[in-house]
């Protein structure tokens, strides 16, 4: 957590060191990888994990999906990653002016109907929609972090294995909210033990 944190700090700030991008690294990994974290992320072109985070190769899972939804095939995923890869972290994360949690406000509020695909992504996003109306959320910003804390618990719940591994303190799910304009990335939600330091919402 603490790795991922700090890579944020540098590259809010702007001093990024780039590591574990060269020749060597790309080398060293060509037998095998053994990442630390998985991050199940939006798709958003704006959010690139090993850039926000200041990571390199071999460091992050990356799992994408529009709107971070959840499927077989993240699970599937997510679970490769820590019981075969060994990865100890799992990470959700968001972030503000989300394309598919404002597609599924307005399916719910004002009956807007996706079209193909995008229609599974929406409903597999409005349970957090009705969730945040359910609490009396209104701000677009609080109906995100209710997105991140649904998906993290989704993740936990519908997984046995992350379940297990998160009961026997193996394994930590968090949730973190991404601020596009400002770079900076903030824990909303955490599920199993997680680092005392870590800034929360």
């Known amino acids: 957590m603490e790795a991922l944190l700090s890579g944020n700090r540098r590259f809010v700030s702007g001093t990024p060191e780039h590591p574990n991008q060269d020749a060597a690294r790309r080398k060293e990994l060509a037998p095998g990888q053994e ?20 990571q390199g190769l071999g460091d992050l899972f990356v799992v994408r999906t529009a709107g971070h939804v ?3 095939e993240v699970l599937g995923s997510v679970e490769y990653a820590t019981s075969v890869l060994g990865a100890r972290l ?15 406000r307005a399916a719910v509020e004002d009956g807007f109907a996706a079209g193909g695909f995008v229609r599974d992504v929406v409903e597999r996003v409005t349970p ?4 945040a109306r359910s609490a009396g959320l209104t701000a ?7 997105h991140i ?10 997984s046995r294995l992350l379940s297990k591994q998160v ?5 930590a799910v968090v949730g ?9 990335a903030r824990v909303v939600t955490t599920r199993g033990e997680v680092p005392e330091g870590a800034p929360a919402s």
């Open 35 to 54: 990442p630390f974290a998985v991050i199940v992320g939006c798709s958003d072109s704006r959010l690139a994990a090993e850039i926000i985070f200041d």
């Open 70 to 72: 959840v499927g077989p």
């Open 90 to 104: 799992v990470v959700v994360l968001g972030h503000d002016s989300c394309g598919a949690v404002a597609a599924a």
């Open 128 to 131: 957090s929609i009705l969730a």
């Open 140 to 146: 677009d910003s609080d109906i995100i972090d209710e």
């Open 149 to 158: 804390r649904h998906t993290v618990d989704h993740l936990v719940d519908r």
């Open 167 to 171: 009961e026997a303190g193996e394994v």
């Open 176 to 184: 973190l909210g991404y601020a596009l304009a400002e770079g900076n």
